[in-house]
């Protein structure tokens, strides 16, 4: 399995959408590759306008200058959302790598901007805003999608929603601006952001505007912003940032880089599924049936729905455990006895020891409330009887 993740260290194409077809589509490298993953996965995504080095984020958390494409040209170097065929790991967690295609390309539009914006906060546990100077009042513009992403919540009804919803970064590259207050006191980059998004009675940017910070606050209870000063002063060498040694970057921009490196491998938690009572951790192969659920929403013109998308992959999880449990238990069953005759009470004991191990298997590898984990328990009894 190893090995075979190596082979795959590079880019695939994870949801894309097919002109031909008018669909969105998931790539069959990227399920080949999540489907192998069965331990439960953590997800770092990274938004925002097009050309503004999100991609080299990605690689950093990497260790690396390189992987993900970069480009120095006004055209968006990635499209859709691709994934890295390989997880990080970093403080006992495994992380997946999602870089997106860049806001506000002139080839598309807000809806196309919009289905991207939602799939990248539906499938990720920490989401990397990433956009060149500093966020203020009217640039929170940029972020309006968000409002469309609380609006398309709210008409599925999804009430545990918010819970499911993962950490913001802001993340402000090329920033000069002095943090401090009104009276000129410092000021951290957190506070800073909070300011912007603090409701202002008097604020001539109008109601929208103040809905859409009050969605931002209500959604991602989870705020940082880190400011990342121009990494070189060179123009030329910028444009290719990511050909140059690490080490040569400027000290003030790798400091902050490294510092949002640490928060995310740190704080970012595992990407799970909530409801009302209990909290359910996805491995890779649950994560692609969740990808699988959203896109098809989008394709047959429907809005997403967190808890409908969780009720599927819950009610699968529990036929597959149920299946694996009964091979589990007539293949020790098989083993045990070894084709010879037995006598009725050792079989009795053999059964009733052989159960609880099939039993065992079936709690610990289903996911879902007591309702459905009751009823596919009386399911899996039905053969072990």
């Known amino acids: 399995l190893v090995n075979d993740r190596k082979e795959m260290a590079r880019p695939l194409p994870f949801i894309m959408f097919d002109d031909a077809t008018k669909k969105w589509v998931i790539g069959p490298e990227a399920q080949s590759f999540l489907k192998k993953i069965s331990n439960d996965i953590t ?9 503004t080095g999100k991609s080299f984020l990605l690689n950093r958390f ?39 295609e860049g806001l506000g390309d002139y080839k598309n539009d807000q809806d196309y901007d919009t289905r991207i914006f939602a799939l990248s906060i539906l499938l ?19 972020l309006s999608l968000v409002l469309e992403i609380s609006n398309m919540i709210k008409k599925s009804n999804d009430e545990v929603a918010g819970e499911s919803f993962p950490h913001l970064y802001f993340v402000c590259r090329d920033a000069f601006l002095r943090l401090e207050t009104r009276d000129k006191k410092p000021m951290s980059a957190d506070e800073y952001i909070e300011s912007v998004l603090a409701p202002h009675a008097t604020s001539r940017w109008g109601q929208e505007h103040q809905r859409l910070k009050e ?3 209500n959604l991602f209870p989870y705020r940082k912003c880190f400011m990342l000063a121009r990494p070189t002063d060179d123009d030329d060498q910028l444009r290719n940032v990511h050909l140059l040694p690490y080490e040569s970057l400027k000290p003030t921009f790798r400091t902050k880089c490294e510092e949002l ?23 890779g192969e649950e994560f692609c049936k969740l990808a699988q659920s959203y896109v098809a929403c ?5 809005i997403p729905s967190i808890q409908r998308s969780f009720d599927e992959i819950c009610q699968n999880s529990a036929e597959n455990a149920v299946a694996a449990s009964v091979d589990l238990y007539r293949s020790l069953m098989t083993l045990t006895s070894d084709g010879q005759p037995i006598l009725p009470e050792t079989l009795e004991d053999m ?20 309702g459905l984990i009751n009823e596919y328990t009386g399911r899996l009894l039905v053969p072990l009887l």
């Open 215 to 217: 969605s931002i606050r």
């Open 298 to 302: 989008f394709n047959d013109g429907s």
């Open 43 to 51: 997800v770092i995504c990274v938004v925002g306008p097009y050309r």
């Open 62 to 100: 990497r260790g690396e200058q390189q992987g993900f494409v970069l480009g120095d040209s006004v055209q968006a170097c990635t499209q859709g959302i691709w994934i890295w065929g390989e997880t990080v790991r970093k403080n006992g967690k495994e992380f997946l790598l999602l870089d997106t």
């Open 351 to 370: 059964h009733f020891e052989l159960s609880k191990d099939a039993m065992e298997l079936f709690v610990n590898s289903a996911k879902g409330e007591d």
């Open 124 to 142: 990720s546990s920490g989401l990397i805003f990433n956009k060149i100077g500093v966020i203020e009042e009217k640039s929170l513009r940029e």
């Open 261 to 283: 490196m640490e928060d995310l491998a740190l704080h970012t938690d595992v990407f799970s599924m909530h409801t009302t009572l209990k909290r359910f951790p996805l491995n």
